[in-house]
Nanobody, 121 residues
Framework: QVQLVESGGGLVQAGGSLRLSCAASGRTFSMYDMGWFRQALGKEREFVAAISWSGGSTHYADSVKGRFTISRDNAKNTLYLQMNSLKPEDTAVYYC??????????????WGQGTQVTVSS
């Protein structure tokens, strides 16, 4: 099973950018479809994006499409989420995880501890 550690969160003004990273341990990272989801305080978990094991296929929630980009570097066992044009409603704890499918809204099999993203207006 892959172990995941997210980083890169922080406080940013609306319109700004952040790049999240997710470091995976183990040699099986490249075998997994991966993704990001988020959870804002008092709200349900929300799918953000998913990427195929090869990186050749990506899928996004409508709320982030055109602003966020998911990518991966299998040689570095790392997943990324580039977030541009951030909005206050993007404020949440962001988690990376192993995606059970590449459907928008997919469930995740395992995930890390999360990284806080706060967008001020």
């Amino acid at each position: 099973q892959v172990q995941l550690v997210e980083s890169g969160g922080g406080l940013v003004q609306a319109g700004g950018s952040l790049r999240l990273s997710c470091a995976a341990s183990g040699r099986t990272f490249s075998m997994y479809d991966m993704g990001w989801f988020r959870q804002a305080l008092g709200k349900e978990r929300e799918f953000v994006a998913a990427i195929s094991w090869s990186g050749g296929s990506t899928h996004y929630a409508d709320s982030v499409k055109g602003r966020f980009t998911i990518s991966r570097d299998n040689a570095k066992n790392t997943l990324y989420l580039q977030m541009n044009s951030l909005k206050p409603e993007d404020t949440a704890v962001y988690y990376c995880g192993t995606a059970l499918s590449l459907r928008v809204g997919t469930e995740f099999g395992s995930w890390g501890q999360g990284t806080q993203v706060t967008v001020s207006s």
